[in-house]
């Protein structure tokens, strides 16, 4: 029961759809509120990704699979803005150039200019690598299909070959599209001898439709992976990921950055010697342990109210101040090993690209 436009151009509501589905699934759910660029684009953004017919392949499509696909994999969420993401002015610099800009002028992005359709963000968790990838979608105005590596394989044991080779189909026929994989290591890790047939099957599979995106110059479809172990990646996976953007924790700019973007909207009496100690105690911080550490001050002026609670105006709830961030500091600490991270710079002078 499923209905593929083999050979009129894609619909706008996107071609591979399943006739079972509910009709507002069957739309294109291209990244929401911020579409058809940021800020930055909006002005040049030209109709350059005009979709091409999706071939039907003819094999194995299977209703249940695309239906997955349109309600799980592909990202519903309110999209992400690029202000929105504190710093790693480096990765969106090579972010705008690899898949932003190519969508917006494909005429430009031909021959040695073809952008790679595969890269990998590594980095400590926390740092920002799922933003990123969120706001290249709804910058490049693209599907964003957000697949975590449990998707793939526990929920649909067995079928995770077959997703793969559907996410493609779909991913095609909804392009730009933006394929990102969190925690690739954990399904892309390099070949063991007790590795099982599932897994060595969805790996290959993995690496052909990979590589039928590449050879297909028409088709907008980039591959996103995100780890924080991409010493245990795959070799033929990350020969094919070939930008390699390390997203380190936030250095002192950027947790500052990240603490007044955090605050933003929030009553709080932080002096720039205060925020300066603030950013200074909080090395090593991801951008999560900072989101983290902002929401357990922020209610520290909450738990002195008490029974209170229940009458107080919201506007006579006191600022935040610097003790409650120390006293923060206390319940929420850095959550990664000094040696990890070490491991992980060490891999990036060997294999990264900045
Ligand atoms: P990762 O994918 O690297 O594990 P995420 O992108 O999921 O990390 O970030 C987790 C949370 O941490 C985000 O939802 C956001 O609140 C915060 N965060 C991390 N890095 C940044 C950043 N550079 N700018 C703004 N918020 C950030």
């Not at 309110?78 to 150039?97: F, N, R, T």
Request: glycine letters at 6%; one cysteine or more.
């Amino acid at each position: 029961c499923l209905s593929f436009e083999s050979t009129s151009p894609k619909p706008q509501t996107g071609a591979i759809s399943s006739t079972v589905s509910n009709p507002r699934k069957m739309a294109v759910q291209k990244s929401s509120g911020h579409s058809r660029g940021g800020p930055l684009l909006r002005s040049q953004a030209n109709n350059a990704t005009t979709p091409r017919p999706v071939k039907e392949s003819g094999s194995g499509y299977d209703a249940k699979l695309v239906e997955m696909i349109n309600s799980v994999i592909i990202d519903q969420s309110p999209s992400v803005k690029w202000e929105d993401i504190a710093g790693l002015e480096m990765a969106k610099q090579a972010l705008l150039e690899m898949v932003i800009l190519p969508t917006k002028r494909r005429d430009l992005f031909t021959g040695l200019r073809r952008p790679a359709k595969g890269l990998l963000l590594f980095g400590p968790p926390g740092t920002g690598k799922t933003l990123l990838a969120k706001a290249v979608a709804s910058e490049s105005d693209a599907t964003f299909f957000n697949v975590s590596a449990s998707s793939l394989t526990s929920k649909w044991v067995g079928e995770g070959e077959k997703l793969v080779k559907t996410l493609f189909q779909v991913a095609i026929s909804r392009q730009p599209s933006v394929i990102f994989i969190d925690e690739i290591d954990s399904i892309m890790s390099t070949r063991t001898e007790n590795e099982n047939e599932a897994s060595r099957r969805l790996k290959s599979e993995f690496l052909v439709q990979f590589d039928g995106v590449t050879s297909s110059s028409g088709d907008l479809v980039t591959v996103i992976g995100a780890t924080n172990k991409p010493q245990e990646l795959d070799d033929a996976v990350l020969r094919r990921l070939v930008k390699r953007i390390y997203i380190p924790l936030p250095d002192t700019n950027a947790r500052r950055l990240l603490l007044k973007h955090k605050l933003k909207g929030h009553a709080f009496s932080l002096p720039d010697r205060d925020l300066e100690r603030l950013v200074a105690e909080t090395d090593g911080y991801s951008g999560s342990d900072l989101q983290a550490l902002c929401e357990e001050a922020a209610m520290m002026p909450i738990r002195e109210l008490g029974s209170n609670i229940l009458t107080v105006q919201a506007n006579q709830v006191r600022g935040l101040r610097y003790g409650d961030f120390q006293k923060a500091m206390t319940v929420i600490r850095p959550s990664l090993q000094k040696s990890k991270w070490e491991e992980l710079e060490k891999w990036n002078r060997e294999f990264g690209s900045n």
